[in-house]
Structures are given as C-alpha cells and as structure tokens.
C-alpha cells in the first residue's frame, strides 16, 4: 500500500498524534489513518495505525492535522472520484483516542460541477 501526506502535531503532554493517508483498503480509495504515541515514543493505538475516515472510492489528495482544545483534534481533508478531478473539502473533529468527536462529516465545500482539473471546458 502506499502512504502519504504524514501529518502530526504534540500535546502539552508530550503525546503526539500523527495522520496520514493510505491506500491499503482492499478495493477502495483512499482512508485516512492515524497513530498516537506517547513522548517516550510507545505506541497508544494499533501497530500500523487506526482507522479513522474511510472515504470508500474516492481519493484523498490532502490533509490537515489540528488540535483545537486538550481533548480533540480535528482532520480537514479534500477527496474527489480521482486525483484529477476537482474535490470536495470535507472534516471531522476526534477525541483523543480516534474516536468521531461529532456525528458526521462536515462538509466545508463540494466540489463543483465544473470538468476535471486539466480538461478544456469546450470540448
């Protein structure tokens, strides 16, 4: 599988929190997997990351990784069909240990109706 687009941030604590995406979904996209370590560097989750939004077949192009209180953090994404075409924004807040702080995904902007990136619009 492949990853990419490592994202992490430290808490106060000495804790870190790391994000990245990752194709290894059988059949899928792309998911968005994360880690947490404590400061002596002992994994706090699963050995190869937890599991944290599953975008099914869409590919995930971007990430952002923030805290934004000592008991959350939240990932702001873009995922479109492909990585050619035009994608939505998309986040969602998790509490410290993976698990969705809110009961969906907010949807921040879609994506237009426009041709994919790259592709004239007169043809």
């Known amino acids: ?28 996209g792309t998911a968005i997997y994360g880690q947490r370590l404590n400061r002596d560097g002992v994994l ?17 192009s971007s990430l952002q990784l923030n805290r934004f209180d000592t008991t ?6 873009s995922a479109g ?10 986040t969602m807040g998790f509490d410290l240990d993976g698990t969705p702080a809110w009961p ?5 902007a879609h994506a237009s109706a426009d041709p994919p990136l790259g592709t004239p619009s007169d043809l």
């Open 72 to 77: 959350r953090f939240m990932i702001a994404y």
């Open 104 to 108: 969906e995904l907010t949807v921040l």
């Open 44 to 60: 706090l989750w699963e050995p190869e990351g937890r599991l944290l939004i599953n975008q099914g077949t869409r590919a995930i």
């Open 1 to 28: 599988s492949e990853r990419y687009g490592l994202r992490s941030f430290i808490e106060p604590n000495g804790d870190i929190v790391t994000a990245w995406v990752d194709t290894r979904l059988s059949g899928s």
């Open 81 to 90: 069909p492909d990585q050619s075409s035009r994608d939505s924004i998309l």
